[in-house]
């Protein structure tokens, strides 16, 4: 079993300009199964003489069978190639650009729960499942090794400072999740940690927070009720002002629940292993298992 | 973005939400020619990015034009220093005289995205004219939230219910709840990330009316709103912070801090300034230089955190994913060469092209001491700042 990507992950790619085509090319060098792109005005061309173009989501899951999508379209129109894969039935669409308006998400996050389709992101650095060579989004493939240590966090290069301290430590990763650092998004923390402690290639799990709303705290009462899988936590932004946002536009302190006193406070009431900087994650997770 | 508050209040008008009568000036003369056409009691009003100006001596009531030009030529070419500001303060260009108002009641009314509802929020509270925060820390029962539907928006039936809540005289009712879902159709119409009106009032007479008018305007989707883009007004903003914001870096100075941080990723950079701390010093700055930054970028960046005085040390922490290390490397090189900066660096460097970038850095001459990640940059920095700390003795 995987999480939400694996070994059945058919992968269509929407929006190959520069980056998307960049990070579609790493996608498929890992060995992640690229079956479909969709750009305007290629159609019948090939990407990396592999991969076939199409104009629209529909005709290229009707003709490819792709079962999850990833989004690297401009942010204008982000939210409309969001709805055209939902539209076209994929069962995971991933979200990566960044600077989606938040009232766009309001509609958009609200078409996706009426929807089967399930969201990851925006402004996310996407998923890799390394037992399997499935990568969606843009965590460098050259960092992750396979095992049993499931990694969720909402920001991109806390993940893979995670990844890397587990890796200096021998411990590798089943599945890696980036939520995303914006307020509104589609699978949150409680969403991942239910998969992981599903997941039986998942021995433990960490999970990286920041200072803002109060989905840390919900995460931390899921754990409570459901999660027997040890936990190591980790919030970014114990220092930073309160008012002031922090680049994620979800990273900003507007209430006492925001603090990352409180989240810390929530989540080792939850009984989970919380370090005091996301510096010390691999080591605790070493002592932790063993 | 930030607007001032006249803007705010031509947005509110245009919306049919009831403002007092008022008028821009840019000088004294006009301010006392805007008292005599308004006549009365006229209210003088800094207009600064910053709340509590009144506190700050920049709202002033005054009875004549003359009093009017006098109070005006207070405020406008200095620098209001609020609670909200730093030390410097912001450079009044502008003042608003407005029609004084017969308040009876103070309410407040503000509307946000609740992310982690998913929606917009109308905050309401009885208690207008304070800190909203004071509000909800002292008396957390007079504070009300009413959520938005995504998709519905905001009903009638809610905008009465806050009417209710906010317990107006029973005349003023049904134009309070009409303010209140013009209020909302101001925050979705203009992509707002907040809309507050505090106080809102409720005259003798029982009229309703937004004495104050805030409106922040979210930058993301000011593509789509080219009109409100154009109200942007750079003199208001940190200028290290308007010039990281030209080059599409998110850049926030923190007063104090001596530790100037450069890192790619939100929620690394905001480890770092958490490291920057437990190793006994203050971060300068917030500063992510993005996923895909060009070396002009890094460049700037660079620029930024040595233009800003108080930085005595510099800590880089990278770990590209889509970023290349030597690209971010080489800028660092020209950029500390060409400002001659010679301060010293802590660089942590891991990620696409690492290697590549250590090499550069060790062969540029400059004063780096590298790191081997996020822990141990906190250890390297915390011997650097103890070695200068005793160097200084």
């Known amino acids: 079993m995987s999480v ?6 058919k992968l269509l790619v929407q929006g190959l300009g520069r980056d998307g085509s960049f990070q579609a090319s790493r996608m498929r060098e890992y060995g992640t199964n690229m079956v479909a792109a969709v750009h305007p005005n290629r159609e019948g061309q090939k990407f990396e003489d592999a991969v076939p173009y199409f104009s629209s989501v529909a005709d290229a899951v009707k003709e490819t069978g792709a079962n999850t999508g990833v989004i690297f379209v401009p942010a204008p129109f982000a939210a409309d190639a969001i709805v055209e894969q939902v539209d076209a039935g994929l069962d995971v669409v991933v979200c990566i650009t960044e600077g989606v308006p938040v009232q766009d998400m309001v509609k958009i996050n609200a078409y996706v729960k009426g929807s089967a389709s399930r969201l990851v992101g925006p402004n996310c650095p996407g998923l890799i499942h390394p037992a399997s060579k499935a990568k969606v989004g843009i965590i460098p493939g050259n960092i992750v090794e396979p095992g049993r240590i499931g990694v969720v966090s909402r920001s991109g290069t806390l993940t893979y400072e995670a990844i890397a301290q587990l890796v200096q430590v021998g411990l590798g990763q089943s599945s890696c999740v980036g939520i995303g650092g914006d307020p509104i998004h589609g699978t949150t923390f409680t969403d991942v940690l239910e998969l992981f402690q599903e997941d039986d290639e998942t021995d433990a799990i960490v999970m990286i927070g920041e200072i803002g709303g109060v989905r840390e705290q919900l995460a931390a009462e899921f754990i409570a009720d459901r999660v027997t899988k040890p936990v190591v936590a980790a919030i970014a932004g114990q220092t930073a002002p309160p008012g002031k946002r922090m680049g994620h536009a979800g990273a900003i302190i507007t209430g006492k629940a925001g603090l990352a006193s409180e989240k810390n406070r929530a989540l080792t009431e939850a009984g989970v292993h919380v370090v005091e900087s996301p510096a010390y994650i691999g080591a605790r997770m070493k002592e932790v298992v063993g | 973005m930030n607007i001032h508050e006249y803007q705010a209040k031509d947005i509110f008008e245009r919306f049919g939400i009831p403002v007092p009568r008022g008028m821009v000036a840019t000088t004294a003369a006009e301010a006392r020619a805007a008292a005599e056409e308004i006549g009365g009691e006229v209210v003088v009003k800094a207009q600064v990015h910053a709340g509590g100006r009144g506190k700050a001596g920049g709202v002033k009531v005054v009875n004549t034009p003359q009093e009017a030009e006098e109070a005006a030529a207070g405020m406008l070419g200095i620098n209001l220093v609020t609670h909200q500001t730093g030390p410097d303060g912001v450079p009044v260009r502008k003042v608003m005289v407005a029609e004084a108002t017969d308040i009876k009641d103070e309410l407040y009314i503000s509307i946000i995205v609740d992310g982690d509802l998913g929606v917009p929020v109308i905050i309401a509270s009885t208690e207008g004219g304070m800190d909203i925060e004071e509000v909800a820390e002292k008396t957390p029962d007079r504070l009300f939230r009413v959520a938005g539907d995504p998709l519905l928006g905001l009903s009638p039936y809610h905008a009465r219910d806050v009417a209710a809540l906010l317990e107006v005289p029973q005349s003023a009712q049904r134009a309070t709840a009409a303010l209140i879902s013009n209020l909302y159709r101001v925050f979705v119409d203009n992509d707002c990330s907040l809309v507050e009106v505090n106080p809102l009032v409720i005259t003798g007479d029982d009229q309703v009316v937004a004495l104050d008018a805030k409106i922040n305007l979210e930058d993301d989707a000011l593509f789509r709103h080219k009109d409100l883009a154009a109200l942007h007004d750079p003199e208001q903003e940190d200028e290290l912070e308007r010039r990281a914001g030209s080059a599409d870096l998110a850049y926030v ?44 970028r890094i460049e700037e960046a660079f620029r930024i955190i040595v233009s800003d ?85």
């Open chain 2, 309 to 393: 005085d108080e930085v005595e040390i510099i800590l880089v922490n990278l770990f590209a994913g889509i970023a290349r290390s030597d690209v971010v490397a080489q800028g660092i090189v020209n950029a500390a060469k060409e400002t001659g900066a010679t301060l010293p660096m802590v660089v942590a460097m891991r990620g696409t092209n690492a290697e590549e970038g250590r090499r550069i850095l060790n062969e540029s001459g400059l004063d780096i001491t590298a790191a081997p990640d996020l822990a141990g940059a906190a250890e390297v920095l915390r011997d650097k700042l103890a070695s200068a700390a005793g160097g200084a003795q």
């Open chain 2, 253 to 296: 100075k923190l007063d104090g801090g001596k530790v100037g941080c450069m890192v790619n990723g939100a929620g690394l950079a905001m480890a770092t300034m958490d490291i920057t701390k437990w190793a006994g010093a203050d971060p300068a700055n917030f500063l992510d230089i993005g996923g895909s930054a060009d070396q002009g």
């Open chain 1, 4 to 9: 939400l990507v694996g070994p059945n992950t």
